[in-house]
Every structure is written in structure tokens, then in C-alpha cells.
């Protein structure tokens, strides 16, 4: 199974810093990578699908790249209210397996 | 509106069986692929199941293969998970999660979650 590995799996940055969350899979996958973050205490939410495409509703401030094996999910001037655990998970086959999650502070 | 609401989660004893249901609204069930994701205590998300639209193709992790059984009934836009033997290390929120309607491939990322339901496996 092709395993996900994001780092780091936790930091802390100030109010307006850019920040970019790495997400790194163990075989090719294409685009087939989805980042979502989830608010503590809350359900997870869809932020990126396509590696790059940004769902409906999500601020322009986030932005997905990469392909093939390694991604990145980028946070221009972050925001207090974008302190959360984010995850990426590939979809071009089963398992759909999820990285571990980066816990974002500030 | 897209509304997603699971039922049937709880407290069972290890070994014991429990079935999770997703009641669904706002959209053609019958039309897309579902799943089944949870999220123990404290940790991270574990995809556990999807089943196809039709319910031909049905597919369940690992860890829980032989246990847990995906199905619906697109007649009452409904998905449920068959939960056997269960063990301490099932505990978890399970999220009832419907497909995305974008992906070019035969999976799809996930865009609709419902809010969960606690299943608690203990003595």
C-alpha cells in the first residue's frame, strides 16, 4: 500500500506568516491528493482536491501544488482562525489512506 | 443542502457487534459513491470503507476487513456499516463522507462529512 507522510507534524507561526505543509507519498499518485483541515473539535472539511483545485468557499489564501509523489499545501498570511490539524489523503486507488495530520498553532 | 446524519453509534462490549447508519438528504444518493472514515480518540482520520453507487463494488481497509461490512440502500438514501467482533482499538468517531463530484478517476476525494457518531468498544 502506498503509505502518506506529511511533515511537520505540528508548528507554530504568527498571524500574517506564510506557511506550507508537506505531504509526500510512497508511490506516484498523479493529482489524486485532497488536503482538509480539521478545527478542534469539529468535522473535517474539504480545503483541496486535484492536488490543486480549491473547493468552493475556501479562502484564496490557501493553495495546493505538486504531483506524482511529493505536495505541498501553502497558507498566505495566515489567520487565527486557521488554527487546525490538516490532512492530505490520496484517492487514485484503495486503501484511501490519510497522512498523519499537521497541527498548526499560533 | 447536502445533509448527512449518522445514528446507532454507542457503547459495546469487545466482541460485540453494533450497526451504524447514514441518513442522507440533498443530493442523488443513488448517484454517488460513500464512505465510511473514523477518527479515534486523539488521533488522526482512517479511511474504512466505500461502496459504489449501485453497491457493486465495496471495499473496507485492512483493519477492519472480515469485521465490517459497507452497504446502503439507495431506496431510503441510506449507508450503513455492519460492525463485528469488535475491538478496543475500533473505538472512534465514524464519519458517514460522500464522495466529491470532480475527480476524474474511479475514486474521488471526500466532500460532504456528516458529523459523526461515537462508537465506544469497552468492558
Known amino acids: 500500500d502506498i503509505q502518506m507522510t506529511q511533515s511537520p507534524s505540528s508548528l507554530s507561526a504568527s498571524v500574517g506568516d506564510t506557511v506550507t505543509i508537506t505531504c509526500r507519498a510512497s508511490?506516484?499518485?498523479?493529482?489524486?491528493l485532497a488536503w482538509y483541515q480539521q478545527k478542534p473539535g469539529k468535522v473535517p472539511k474539504l480545503l483541496i482536491y486535484?492536488?490543486?483545485t480549491l473547493q468552493s468557499g475556501v479562502p484564496s489564501r490557501f493553495s495546493g501544488s505538486g504531483t506524482g509523489t511529493d505536495f505541498t499545501l501553502t497558507i498566505v498570511s495566515l489567520q487565527s482562525e486557521d488554527v487546525a490539524t490538516y490532512y492530505c489523503?490520496?484517492?487514485?486507488?484503495?486503501?484511501?489512506?490519510f497522512g498523519g495530520g499537521t497541527k498548526v498553532e499560533i | 443542502e447536502v445533509q448527512l446524519v449518522e445514528s446507532g453509534g454507542g457503547l459495546v462490549r469487545p466482541g460485540g457487534s453494533l450497526r451504524l447508519s447514514c441518513a442522507t438528504s440533498?443530493?442523488?444518493?443513488?448517484?454517488?459513491?460513500m464512505n465510511w472514515v473514523r477518527q479515534a480518540p486523539g488521533k488522526g482520520l482512517e479511511w474504512v470503507a466505500s461502496?459504489?453507487?449501485?453497491?457493486?463494488?465495496?471495499y473496507h481497509a485492512d483493519s477492519v476487513k472480515g469485521r465490517f461490512t459497507i452497504s446502503r440502500d439507495n431506496a431510503k438514501n441510506s449507508l450503513f456499516l455492519q460492525m463485528n467482533s469488535l475491538r478496543a482499538e475500533d473505538t472512534a468517531v465514524y464519519y458517514c463522507?460522500?464522495?466529491?463530484?470532480?475527480?476524474?478517476?474511479?475514486?474521488?476525494?471526500?466532500?460532504?462529512w456528516g458529523q459523526g457518531a461515537l462508537v465506544t468498544v469497552s468492558p
Open positions: 463522507v460522500r464522495d466529491g463530484s470532480d475527480s476524474d478517476g474511479f475514486f474521488s476525494y471526500l466532500e460532504y
Open positions: 440533498g443530493f442523488t444518493f443513488r448517484s454517488d459513491t
Open positions: 461502496i459504489t453507487s449501485s453497491g457493486t463494488y465495496v
Open positions: 508511490q506516484g499518485i498523479s493529482n489524486y
Open positions: 486535484g492536488a490543486s
Open positions: 489523503q490520496k484517492y487514485n486507488s484503495v486503501p484511501l489512506t
